[in-house]
């Protein structure tokens, strides 16, 4: 009798503890607010941001964490658009911590966009995420790149002397 205590003891306590170490390290992060070039994104239902080739894409974000009482370390925000031929387009902060007396920050990322990126009818997905080896979180928007309208590009200027 006193074993199956002893035992029944071991499980609730085991139980216990896989019930609150979750608890505990899940956090709840979301974005406050994100701004593409100084106007606001509806992060409940995003709506597609107009860019035009060559331009730099400035981020403006907010990131809030609730319910937590530790701090959380390795963070880093990255805002990212794939599908370039050439390379991938990204933005990233430095590792940074939010401390359990800061639970909010704001950063500005910044997206350098190339002059010879292709204007397709599908839009281009501008990704915003903060991640670090256990948390991610992320917020796809839609991004519809345009060309300036009569714009010349000069390459070469050749210049003889006569």
Known sequence: MKGKLKML???ALLLVSLVVVPAVSALDFKFDKVEVNGDAVDLANPETVAVERGDTLNLHVVLHVENTTTDVD????????GGYEYDLIEDKTEVFKLSSSESRKSF???LELPEDMEIE??????HV?????????AI????EVTA????VSIQDVYVSPK
Request: no cysteine; net charge negative; hydrophobic share 50%.
């Open 108 to 110: 500005d990322l910044a």
């Open 121 to 126: 009818d599908d839009a281009y997905t501008l």
């Open 129 to 137: 995420e903060v991640l670090n080896h256990n948390v991610e979180l």
């Open 140 to 143: 796809p928007l839609s991004a």
């Open 74 to 81: 390795n963070l880093r925000l990255r805002a990212w658009i």
């Open 148 to 151: 300036a309208r009569h714009k």
């Open 9 to 11: 003891g071991v499980l």
